[in-house]
């Protein structure tokens, strides 16, 4: 995949999970975490172009430093994230304000790993963000659904069997 379709994938995926993380929505099912994170990851390494072939231990690094970047977002975006009972018993998410400070620091962030691998002449291409937010998606969904799983209802049930 080229670089200028991967970039669409990206902007539009990233339009998707922002727009939707400050509106309040039924959290997904255990069975959609895997699949936008796993459909980015196969794009990302069936290109061969994932790693610079002149620098591949700094190419390595970088593309290890971000995912490792990104990971540490999603559990922070994952673990700040609103969870609550709704009135049809399901589950409900929302974004808050720190998400959205967790965000700006991770640009910042991707930002100087890819001044570094400017400075030390490494070719980065989109093939390594696609992992890397493949990747964010994937650890803030888990975090989300294990936090959903230890949910106590905020509400008492009554017991009908009296």
Do not use: C
């Amino acid at each position: 995949m080229n670089g200028a379709l991967n970039t669409l994938v990206i902007v539009a995926v990233a339009a998707l999970v922002i727009g939707r993380q400050f509106r309040a929505r039924r959290l997904d099912s255990e069975r959609r975490v895997w699949l936008i994170p796993l459909v980015l990851a196969v794009l990302a390494l069936r290109d061969p172009a994932l790693l610079d072939s002149r620098h591949v231990a700094f190419s390595v690094l970088l593309l290890a430093a971000g995912v490792v970047v990104e990971i540490a977002l999603g559990s922070v975006w994952g673990w700040t994230a609103k969870l609550w009972y709704g009135e049809d018993g399901g589950i409900w998410v929302k974004g808050t304000p720190v998400a959205m400070a967790a965000w700006a620091g991770m640009l910042v962030l991707r930002g100087g790993l890819y001044a570094i691998g400017a400075a030390l002449g490494v070719h980065q291409g989109t093939n390594q963000l696609l992992l890397a937010l493949a990747a964010l998606l994937l650890v803030r969904g888990v975090v989300l659904q294990w936090r959903a799983r230890t949910l106590a209802a905020s509400y008492r049930v009554p017991d009908l069997t009296r």
